[in-house]
Nanobody, 112 residues
Framework: QVQLVESGGGLVQAGGSLRLSCAAS????????VAWFRQTPGKERELVAH????????FYTGSVKGRFTISRDNAKNTVYLQMNSLKPDDTAVYYC?????WGQGTQVTVSS
């Protein structure tokens, strides 16, 4: 079972940028697709971006296309989410997921 730890969240003004990291334990991390989700109070967890195990293919939900970039460095067991042109609607707790494992989440707050 892989263990995941997110970092990089924080408070940023609208239009700013943040880079989230998802660090994984375990030697089999490079076998897993990884996804970033986000959740706000009272709402279901929403898929934001997904990357295949090799990094050869990515997916983005419509509201973040062109602003967010998911990438991975399998040598470092880490997946990144570069978030540019942030909007107040991007405010949420962001989670990474690999197989059945979730991280603890990192808070992103975008002020207007």
């Amino acid at each position: 079972q892989v263990q995941l730890v997110e970092s990089g969240g924080g408070l940023v003004q609208a239009g700013g940028s943040l880079r989230l990291s998802c660090a994984a334990s375990g030697r089999t991390f490079n076998r897993y697709d990884v996804a970033w989700f986000r959740q706000t109070p009272g709402k279901e967890r929403e898929l934001v971006a997904h990357i295949t195990s090799s990094g050869s293919a990515t997916f983005y939900t419509g509201s973040v296309k062109g602003r967010f970039t998911i990438s991975r460095d399998n040598a470092k067991n880490t997946v990144y989410l570069q978030m540019n042109s942030l909007k107040p609607d991007d405010t949420a707790v962001y989670y990474c997921k690999a197989a059945a494992s979730w991280g603890q989440g990192t808070q992103v707050t975008v002020s207007s």
